[in-house]
């Protein structure tokens, strides 16, 4: 069963006055962003979005979590089309963007209390998710006491707090180190695999596309839409060594084959048109 639907979607700005960009060779203020965007995601899928820096891969995410519409097209959330933020769908994002005047254990629990969960049972659940992310022993320090990753641990344990349907990620690892970004894919699999959420995660990361995605969506370079989907015929529960071994190197071979296109196609845009951004 399909969750999302993403139907001929096409999404513009208006920029403000005085503002341009260049439309093959025409001064226009409205920059259009996703074009003829299709998009099918399956219930319990973990779909990852890749595609060069300003395809809309973000712009995307907003849409599916009613930050903002379409300007045509419909994205539709369980058959419903998406007009705004809906209680199914949580975010994380690449700044870790806790609330700094909340212990890790109140952060989590803050999207409970808007849904009016008792004191007690938000605590056995923050405890429970700080667990699963081996940070029981940290949950009564704010955000400036924890490391880059353990913030975004709280972050991830936040938004599954309310056991969303969905959970968008917008590049949530790309501002960690290399080894602290491993450990956290490792540990984002290892718990998404024990739920029913549905996640699209954009990366720039074709290795950790290729690691955590059931499927990978290639995105064009401007106008954005979908170019290609590559099935990842990894077998789960995924680990640390199946990194090394050929089958992930045959399947990082073709989404790089698939995107690379669209990476060169990008820079030579910006060569010969700088866009507005
Ligand atoms: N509110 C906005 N107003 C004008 N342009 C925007 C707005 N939001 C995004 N854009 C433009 O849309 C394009 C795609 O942005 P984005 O989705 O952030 O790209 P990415 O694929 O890197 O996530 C960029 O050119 C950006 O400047
Ligand atoms: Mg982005």
Redesign the pocket.
């Given at each position: 069963m399909d969750i999302i639907i993403a139907e001929k979607v096409n999404k513009k700005?208006q920029?403000k006055q005085g503002q341009n960009i260049n439309n093959n060779g025409v001064a226009s203020n409205q920059?259009e962003?996703l074009s003829g965007f299709d998009l099918k995601i399956k219930k319990g899928e973990f779909l990852v979005l890749v595609?060069p820096?300003?395809?809309?891969?973000?712009?995307f995410l907003d849409l599916v979590g009613g930050l903002s519409n379409p300007t045509s097209g419909v994205v539709y959330l369980d058959d419903k089309p998406v007009v705004a933020p809906s209680s199914k769908t949580a975010y994380v994002f690449q700044q870790y963007a806790l609330f700094p005047w909340r212990t890790a254990l109140s952060n989590i629990e803050f999207g409970l209390e808007s849904r009016g969960v008792l004191k007690e049972e938000r605590i056995k659940i923050a405890r429970e998710l700080l667990s699963l992310f081996g940070l029981s022993d940290f949950e009564d320090r704010f955000p400036y006491q924890l490391s880059g990753g353990m913030q975004q641990r709280v972050a991830i344990a936040r938004a599954l707090a309310t056991k969303p349907e969905v959970l968008l990620m917008d590049e949530p690892f790309a501002a960690l180190d290399a080894q602290t970004r491993e450990i956290l894919q490792n540990e984002l699999i290892r718990i998404w695999e024990g739920t029913q959420t549905t996640v699209i995660f954009?990366t720039h990361s074709i290795d950790e596309a290729v690691f955590l995605a059931d499927r990978v969506a290639v995105v064009t370079a401007r106008l954005g839409k979908i170019k290609e989907i590559i099935e990842i015929d990894l077998p789960r529960p995924r680990n640390a060594e199946l990194r090394s071994s050929n089958e992930f190197a045959a399947n990082r071979h073709k989404v790089w084959g698939a995107l690379k296109a669209e990476v060169n196609k990008a820079q030579q845009v910006w060569k010969l048109a700088p866009?507005?951004?």
């Amino acid at each position: 069963m399909d969750i999302i639907i993403a139907e001929k979607v096409n999404k513009k700005f208006q920029l403000k006055q005085g503002q341009n960009i260049n439309n093959n060779g025409v001064a226009s203020n409205q920059i259009e962003v996703l074009s003829g965007f299709d998009l099918k995601i399956k219930k319990g899928e973990f779909l990852v979005l890749v595609g060069p820096s300003g395809s809309g891969k973000s712009v995307f995410l907003d849409l599916v979590g009613g930050l903002s519409n379409p300007t045509s097209g419909v994205v539709y959330l369980d058959d419903k089309p998406v007009v705004a933020p809906s209680s199914k769908t949580a975010y994380v994002f690449q700044q870790y963007a806790l609330f700094p005047w909340r212990t890790a254990l109140s952060n989590i629990e803050f999207g409970l209390e808007s849904r009016g969960v008792l004191k007690e049972e938000r605590i056995k659940i923050a405890r429970e998710l700080l667990s699963l992310f081996g940070l029981s022993d940290f949950e009564d320090r704010f955000p400036y006491q924890l490391s880059g990753g353990m913030q975004q641990r709280v972050a991830i344990a936040r938004a599954l707090a309310t056991k969303p349907e969905v959970l968008l990620m917008d590049e949530p690892f790309a501002a960690l180190d290399a080894q602290t970004r491993e450990i956290l894919q490792n540990e984002l699999i290892r718990i998404w695999e024990g739920t029913q959420t549905t996640v699209i995660f954009v990366t720039h990361s074709i290795d950790e596309a290729v690691f955590l995605a059931d499927r990978v969506a290639v995105v064009t370079a401007r106008l954005g839409k979908i170019k290609e989907i590559i099935e990842i015929d990894l077998p789960r529960p995924r680990n640390a060594e199946l990194r090394s071994s050929n089958e992930f190197a045959a399947n990082r071979h073709k989404v790089w084959g698939a995107l690379k296109a669209e990476v060169n196609k990008a820079q030579q845009v910006w060569k010969l048109a700088p866009v507005f951004t």
